[in-house]
């Protein structure tokens, strides 16, 4: 097959707009000699075709170059006109406002106006002595720059879908869990010490006023088996959940559910020592749950074995020491109800508003009910005591007296 030097100057364009500008090469079944070059980044050109041929039958032509021009556009969900750079300078010129035809010769363009898009687009055409070693090497550097392009996507998709927020929420219970074990070995491994650590306990929440404990609970794990279960079920959904949602969100559903869970537990539950995240898991499975109902791909066979998996993990997480069913459940709910807020369906208009208003009267609800809480009961005079003993006597000995005076204080009310 004889080489032209119109073919030489088409792959020089082609060469220089996917080194210089990120676009990628497009194959067409039909015509797979043709050369056409997609950048949806790309603002003003994202479809682009090099043709060095007269294109005599104009009609077909340009019939032909519609058509693949807007499966191109759907496929990089783009709009934007076709910039079709010709080599041949005696090619026919195409009258149709969707294609903007140019010749492109030897620092030559028809149009001085592309060079403000492609400023040295005349420059890199020019004649070569070896039209064959020519082609050869530009087909070779295409090529391993297209490999290159493709493994930096590759790598930009995998960070994308790395779930770094999960990641260092497991990092944190890790070592707070570390930080528990020191607690508990100086305290001679006693239930109180999780309550020192951090832990949920009813008891203090209420009398003390320690609502800093519906937080710092859900990151507290004081058995290394619930420890590694709870992070491995937390890992599996939220590499599924985390993608869906920006890393505000996702933070917003994580911690709101935990939040949300513990002040179940107050609300509904008697005076219990309680930790772990779990219903920052369940929170994040109806987070999850919500999303692919929401976007319509509940329908697909796999999005729905993976909700049953999501399911599954709830189910095998309820059954860990730590957080009540009541807990859970508010975390899911929570979870459900807020993923809602940022669902974007057509289909509904006004789910959004209507789910930012009930997690605004949700979230103020339970703040409200949980600070009406009066009493603890059962008390557990033994357990506080216990607590009592692990301040006293240390730099901590100030909020001994003040657990003391608190607990006095409730005891009386009770």
Not at 207 to 219: C, N, T, V
Not at 282 to 300: D, E
Not at 315 to 334: A, D, R, T, Y
């Amino acid at each position: 097959m004889e080489i032209s030097k119109y073919d030489i100057y088409a792959y020089q364009i082609m060469h220089y707009l996917i080194t210089a500008y990120q676009y990628q090469v497009v194959r067409v079944d039909q015509y797979k000699e043709d050369l056409w070059l997609a950048n949806p980044k790309q603002e003003q050109y994202p479809v682009i075709r090099i043709s060095s041929q007269r294109m005599e039958k104009v009609d077909e032509n340009i019939a032909y170059l519609r058509n693949v021009h807007r499966k191109i556009l759907d496929m990089i969900h783009r709009e934007g006109h076709l910039l079709l750079l010709n080599t041949c300078p005696d090619c026919f010129l195409l009258d149709n406002p969707f294609i903007k035809q140019i010749r492109v010769g030897p620092h030559s363009v028809s149009d001085i106006m592309i060079l403000q898009t492609f400023r040295n687009l005349a420059e890199v055409v020019h004649d070569v002595e070896d039209p064959k070693e020519e082609m050869a090497r530009l087909a070779r550097s295409i090529e391993e720059t297209q490999i290159l392009q493709q493994k930096k996507f590759i790598a930009k998709v995998k960070r994308s879908l790395r779930p770094d927020i999960t990641i260092t929420v497991m990092a944190f219970c890790v070592l707070y869990a570390f930080v528990n074990y020191i607690i508990s070995m100086a305290t001679k491994g006693s239930i109180a010490s999780w309550i020192a650590a951090g832990a949920y306990y009813k008891m203090n929440v209420v009398a003390a006023h320690e609502y800093w404990r519906l937080l710092s609970a859900g990151f507290l794990h004081a058995d290394i088996i619930v420890l590694l279960f709870s992070m491995y079920a937390l890992y599996q959904i939220g590499k599924l959940c985390e993608p869906l949602f920006t890393k505000g969100q996702y933070l917003a559903v994580l911690i709101g559910s935990i939040f949300t869970g513990y002040v179940c537990m107050l609300i509904g539950n008697g005076n219990a020592i309680a930790y772990g995240i779990s219903s920052g898991i369940w929170g994040i499975s109806g987070a999850y749950i919500a999303s692919v109902f929401g976007n319509g791909s509940y329908h697909l066979p796999m999005i729905r074995y993976m909700v049953l998996k999501v399911l599954l993990f709830d189910i095998f997480v309820w059954l860990l020491p730590g957080m009540s069913f009541l807990g859970n459940l508010g975390g899911m709910v929570f979870g459900m109800v807020i993923t809602m807020s940022f669902v974007k369906n057509k289909k509904w208009p006004k789910l959004r508003t209507h789910a930012k208003a009930a997690t605004s009267l949700l979230f103020v609800s339970l703040c409200v009910l949980g600070l009406s809480i009066q009493t603890v009961t059962p008390l557990q005079p033994e357990m506080d005591q216990e607590i009592i003993q692990i301040f006293t006597h240390t730099p901590m000995d100030g909020y001994a007296r003040y657990l003391k005076s608190c607990y006095n204080k409730q005891y009386r009310l009770e």
